[in-house]
């Protein structure tokens, strides 16, 4: 079955970086669009990032323009969310999601948590 | 860009009832959205895209409708493990817009 195992997530300062990874098995990884989600604390979700399968295009929200970079790893199954210049705006649980052919997010992560403090 | 609004934010019903959740685009997104349900402390689950096709192993009390810009999420004889909060999502290939969500409640 699908598995999508987040990590990298913790307590960060204002203004550091952060790499999230996320590993999937059970799947051709190679062959689907893979996102983040996020959901900060008692709200609701906010679509972040996708990347093609073959990493040939990357979409992003305009709130994170510019900060965070999505890529893959096809060789190694491993998706990665790299966050600089870190806001508290970005306290979050950050879920790493597989795209199902048809456009849906049809497979989720359990989550990691970004926690923006000084 | 596309924005997507969720009404009712909040609904209490009891167990049995015939509960539907609305979802309004600010303009035309053809058939292109899905519906999510997510319990506390857990991630979202895909529950119905393109607007009316049942994801596998989701019961058929569940059923999506609409075209344009407005869609309506149905749930004809909510069941106990129903109480939760439900997202509709537009898509279309660069952009993924969530809806603010609906929490269905106890009454």
């Known amino acids: 079955q699908v598995q999508l195992v987040e990590s990298g997530g913790g307590v960060v300062q204002p203004g550091r970086s952060l790499r999230l990874s996320c590993a999937a098995s059970g799947f051709t990884f190679s062959s689907y669009g893979m996102h983040w989600v996020r959901q900060a604390p008692g709200k609701g979700l906010e679509w972040v990032a996708v990347i093609w399968y073959d990493g040939t295009n990357k979409y992003y929200i305009d709130s994170v323009k510019g900060r965070f970079t999505i890529s893959r790893d096809n060789s190694k199954n491993t998706l990665f969310l790299q966050i600089n210049s870190l806001r508290g705006e970005d306290t979050a649980v950050y879920y790493c999601?597989?795209?199902?052919?048809?456009?849906?997010?049809?497979?989720w992560g359990q989550g990691t948590l970004v926690t923006v403090s000084s | 860009d596309i924005q997507m609004t969720q009404s009712p934010s909040t609904l209490s019903a009891s167990v049995g009832d015939r509960v539907t959740i609305t979802c309004r685009a600010s303009q035309s997104i053809s058939s292109w959205l899905a519906w999510y349900q997510q319990k506390p402390g857990k991630a979202p689950k895909l529950l119905i895209y393109?607007?009316?096709t049942l994801e596998s192993g989701v019961p058929s009390r569940f059923s999506g409708s609409g075209s344009g810009t407005e869609f309506t999420l149905t749930i004809s004889s909510l069941q106990p493990d129903d109480f939760a909060t439900y997202y509709c999502?537009?898509?279309?290939?660069?952009?993924?817009?969530f809806g603010q969500g609906t929490k269905v409640e106890i009454k």
């Open positions: 393109k607007a009316s």
């Open positions: 999502q537009h898509y279309n290939g660069y952009s993924w817009t």
């Open positions: 999601v597989k795209q199902a052919a048809a456009g849906p997010l049809d497979n």
